[in-house]
């Protein structure tokens, strides 16, 4: 498979996977782990997550959406590709 085919791949993965993660590690270890106010930390009785765990959560809640969001453009992108091959002049389907 050539290099160029591959490009397309590695960016959308790239955007959809690496920087979401990359994100909330960063932010994860960024941001404070206590709450400013000085409520109590955890979930529940009133209590809320502190910056640092509400961003891992989030991404918790991100995982499965983005990792769809992903296959589905994986998919696009063969797609269009296949087409693009057998649409060219002289294209073969190998």
């Known amino acids: 498979m050539a290099r160029r085919n591959l490009l397309p791949y590695a960016?959308?993965?790239g955007l959809l996977w690496g920087v979401?993660?990359?994100l909330v590690i960063l932010l994860h270890l960024v941001?404070?782990?206590h709450n400013a106010?000085?409520?109590c930390t955890g979930i529940g009785f009133g209590c809320t997550l502190p910056p640092s765990e509400g961003v891992v959560l989030l991404g918790y809640l991100a995982?499965?959406?983005l990792f769809v969001l992903g296959l589905v453009a994986c998919i696009v992108i063969a797609a269009v590709q296949s087409r693009r091959r057998l649409r060219a002049p002289g294209g073969s389907a190998d």
């Open 11 to 13: 960016v959308a993965l």
């Open 20 to 22: 979401p993660v990359n």
């Open 31 to 33: 941001l404070p782990d």
């Open 37 to 39: 106010s000085g409520q």
């Open 63 to 65: 995982a499965l959406p």
